[in-house]
């Protein structure tokens, strides 16, 4: 799947971004575009069209055998048994100390077939852990290397995805997903993504995923659909308040702390997994900081990294921010003490020396029309 490029790998669609005259950066250890007409352009075409991005650097990890269901429920937060074939999860591989190691999306393929989608800079290390956390009666593999991954996103996704399948659409449910052609190709079509609109995530093999690409635009050109980068892509997830694994969540802030104490499940059903003790006690007794959403009341964008300050105290530092194309303001998310965390608080952000009026709002920032 991927071609090493000095420590750079490449995605199988690397050669179709050169030929659009995508900018490319590095990110993950991948060389990746990072925007083609340009980072609003591109952002306000998903919002309002669709736009296609190349997500091929993901990893996916598959777990099988008799043992895999019970494996995966002591491994990750939310509740795998409540899953269905077909369906997605969104979910977690917490750490004993209740953080998260990665955030994932774990598909069931069957009652012993579970394929786990990981974030590119962590296959390895999610491997491992996996591993470390001894499997028994179930296999884990890493299939990276088998799919490339292209995510059709925008209120325009379905009918333009609909003329290149045989699939109904209109019949696959959010977080749910099929097998079928796609312009051709074999593949499996998810109703997930990670810009807040409707769309699709295509699997798909690693010599079919240029054609598909190619198709995809080919379809959507009259309806304004566009080859969207890594910088549209950030800015439309932090519009929808998606949390970024390595910014906003890491090993050193629990789940709960960040706002995803709604995939940890405490179900008896589930039963003990690594990290629920810290977890429950957090879910049920609250969590000492909290990740919040702010905005910016004077003028200034804060970036990732800026520090924050409460009351004139130092709190922290923000963890994404940027300007929003589609609300027109500036936003981001940063922790904050539990008890300062409340909508309304005001707070500072240094922006290069000079201390910047926030104020904590409601997230998500956007949210699609129904």
Known sequence: METAVGTLR??????????????????????????????????????????????????ELEVEGPGALAFLQRVTSNDVGKLQDGQAQYSALPLPNGAPADDVIVYRRGPERFLVVVNAANIEKDLRWLEEQSPSRCTVRNRSDDYALIALQGPRAQPVLQGLTGLDLSSLRYYHFAEGDVAGHSATVSRTGYTGEDGFEIFVAPDGAPDVWRKLLEAGKDSGVVPAGLGARDTLRLEAKMCLYGNDMDEAATLVEAGLGWIVS???????????????SQKKG????????????????????YPVYVSDGPAGTVTSGSYAPFLQKSIGLCYLPAARAAVGTPFHVDIRGRKVAARVVPTPFYKRPQ
């Open 10 to 59: 490449k995605t199988p669609l690397n050669p179709v971004h050169r030929e659009l005259g995508a900018k490319m950066v590095a990110f993950g250890g991948w060389e990746m575009p990072v925007e083609y007409s340009g980072l609003i352009s591109e952002h306000m075409a998903v919002r309002t069209a669709a736009g296609v991005f190349d997500v091929s650097h993901m990893g």
């Open 266 to 280: 405490l179900d008896e059903s589930k039963g003990d997994f690594v990290g629920r003790g810290v977890l429950e």
């Open 286 to 305: 609250g969590a000492p900081r909290k990740l919040v959403g702010f905005e910016m009341v004077d003028r200034g964008i804060a970036r990732h990294g």
